[in-house]
């Protein structure tokens, strides 16, 4: 009889375990500090972010606050946005400028050069990059930023030089010597980075 009672016991504290684990990590903006938890001769589980006594033994460790990084107005495209940024360690905040200037969030946007897609990627970048269908948000998102990346590194990090490169080519940009005389390529520039500045407030 002592047995059973016991597994049952032990079977109901295990559940109780399963939900609080499932709980706290459902929970992204819950933060209580280190949770401890302790069993007493009854077989209740005891938890406390406060011990009181040394029988208490540490459960979980508090989760780390995160910088949610917030992104300005709502797109259907956050997180795929945040997803290629950290990946190819950029600023979110830029990747979203540029797709606000190239596509202003279309998906199905289509220049009269051919650029496609929400970074407007360019016929050659396409192929280069391996792109299967640039009209796809994910596979746009994501190497359109991988180009901004290679734009940024071909240029010592210099965000103006990149941005033209990504307009206007980087060939053309390192023809010129910087940015481009061309008035598309510069009225480009400042409008990336005023989206850039808005999104950052």
């Known amino acids: 009889m002592n047995g059973k009672k016991g597994k049952r016991k032990i079977r109901k504290i295990g559940k109780t375990l399963v939900f609080l684990v499932l709980f706290f990590f459902s929970c992204p903006g819950l933060s209580l500090g280190d ?3 302790y069993v007493d001769e009854r077989g209740i ?3 406390s972010n406060t011990p009181t006594s040394s029988s ?5 460790k508090e989760k780390e606050e995160k910088n949610i990084l917030h992104l300005g107005p709502l797109s259907s495209y956050d997180d795929t946005i945040r997803i290629a940024a950290n990946y190819h360690g950029m600023d979110p905040l830029l990747i979203k400028a540029v797709i606000r200037a ?7 946007a289509l220049s009269p050069k ?6 407007q990627l360019m016929p050659e ?3 280069d990059l391996g792109v299967k269908d640039p009209f796809h948000p994910r596979e746009n998102i994501m190497a359109g930023t991988r180009y901004l990346r290679m734009m940024l590194d071909a ?7 990149a941005l033209a490169a990504y307009n206007a080519g980087p060939s053309t940009v390192r023809r010129y010597g910087g940015v481009p005389p061309f008035p598309e390529t510069q009225s480009y520039i400042q409008r990336v980075m005023d989206f850039w500045e808005k999104y950052k407030m």
């Open 35 to 37: 949770i401890y938890m």
């Open 45 to 47: 589980v005891r938890f």
């Open 56 to 60: 208490y033994k540490l459960f979980m």
């Open 102 to 108: 190239e596509s202003s969030f279309n998906p199905k």
């Open 114 to 119: 051919g650029a496609k897609g929400l970074m």
């Open 125 to 127: 970048t396409i192929k």
């Open 155 to 161: 240029f010592d990090g210099e965000i103006h030089l």
